[in-house]
């Protein structure tokens, strides 16, 4: 159980034009979506937390205009990328919390490779 | 400063041969410390979760170890494999008034050899 997925796995554009990447919950109900960044080998940074049926809170720096999260659902988030630009590629990935007695888990999906031209 | 720090960076280890990573960590309020194995190109993979109680917890050949007073962690790697060649990411939570937030730490890549 707790299988998150994303989708596309790898996409590629053109400068200036919006990518929408999903992230969905497959076997449980998440309340709580993160969406993480990383760029070559770096680690995860996160970006944004999106609660169902809230707006999101962004982390400082990140612009959440640029960075548009929608959580409309228990089990889909979805972060579009709008006006994309080449220092815009990088792996995003997503991860579903859900809550547990002792504490809170997260559980990732496989990442998505933007590659923006 | 919330922090966590891995080492080391990267290593190289003959397959069947034994290794150990380090990880240490300033963060508070502490929840819980949680390895993960990533694969290039994938997402992390949990190995192991310890809550400030637990010391040590196997997960197959993967074995994590905590000690909450120095703040320190390790996962020590029994007789690697191939497929084990990976980064392997510590990573602290911290409690629920603060958010459940994750702070990573930069990894150890690991790369096994024949």
């Known amino acids: 159980g707790a299988v998150v997925s994303q989708h596309p796995s790898r996409v590629i554009c053109k400068s200036g034009t919006s990518v929408k990447i999903e992230c969905r919950s497959l076997d449980f109900q998440a309340t709580t979506m993160f969406w993480y960044r990383q760029f070559p080998k770096q680690s995860l940074m996160l970006m944004a937390t999106s609660n169902e049926g809230s707006k999101a809170t962004y982390e400082q720096g990140v612009e959440k205009d640029k960075f548009l999260i929608n959580h409309a659902s228990l089990t889909l988030s979805t972060l579009t990328v709008t006006s994309a630009h080449p220092e815009d590629s990088s792996f995003y990935i997503c991860?579903?919390?859900?809550?547990?007695?002792?504490?809170?888990?997260?559980?990732f999906g496989p990442g998505t490779r933007l590659t923006v031209l | 400063k919330n922090q966590v720090e891995q080492s080391p960076q990267s290593l190289i280890i003959l397959e069947g041969k034994n290794c150990t990573l380090q990880?240490?960590?300033?963060?508070?309020?502490?929840?819980?410390l949680r390895w993960y194995k990533q694969d290039t190109g994938r997402g992390p993979v949990s190995l192991t979760i310890m809550t400030f109680s637990e010391n040590t917890k196997s997960n197959g050949r993967y074995t994590a170890t905590l000690d909450a007073d120095t703040k320190q962690s390790s996962l020590h790697i029994t007789a690697s494999q191939l497929s084990d060649s990976a980064s392997y990411i510590c990573v602290v939570s911290r409690n629920k008034a603060a958010g459940n937030k994750l702070t990573f730490g930069g990894g150890t890549r690991v790369l096994v050899k024949p």
């Open positions: 990880c240490n960590y300033t963060v508070s309020p502490f929840s819980n």
């Open positions: 991860s579903a919390g859900r809550g547990q007695v002792v504490y809170n888990e997260q559980f």
